[in-house]
Nanobody, 121 residues
Framework: QVQLVESGGGLVQAGGSLRLSCAAS????????MEWYRQAPGQQHELVAA???????NYAESVKGRFTISRDNAKNTVYLQMNSLKPEDTAVYYC???????????????WGQGTQVTVSS
């Protein structure tokens, strides 16, 4: 079984910083891209940032210059450093990983349970 576990969420004042982590564990052969999504109440799921196994990244326009995604392939872990946080960043943040459990299996998406980030004004 594959598990993705997020950590690092919490309450922070506007202008502050948080660092989210997401560790993938279990039967994993290879991880392709890893991503962070968020969902605020009453809003759609939004892709925040993505990183490939080779380290290529892309970001939502709303977080460019403030958020940085990185990963540690040896630890199967992805991070999201969030700086200059704004109240509109308040949401549940989810990580996702596209991975294979064995060499001959298909690529499938796995999701974490989410971590709450609340930014007060």
């Amino acid at each position: 079984q594959v598990q993705l576990v997020e950590s690092g969420g919490g309450l922070v004042q506007a202008g502050g910083s948080l660092r989210l982590s997401c560790a993938a564990s279990g039967s994993i052969f290879s991880i392709n891209r890893m991503e962070w999504y968020r969902q605020a109440p009453g809003q759609q799921h939004e892709l925040v940032a993505a990183i490939t196994s080779g380290g290529n990244t892309n970001y939502a326009e709303s977080v460019k210059g403030r958020f940085t995604i990185s990963r540690d392939n040896a630890k199967n872990t992805v991070y999201l450093q969030m700086n200059s946080l704004k109240p509109e960043d308040t949401a549940v943040y989810y990580c996702s990983a596209l991975l294979r459990v064995v060499a001959w299996s298909t690529w499938n998406d796995y999701w974490g349970q989410g971590t709450q980030v609340t930014v007060s004004s």
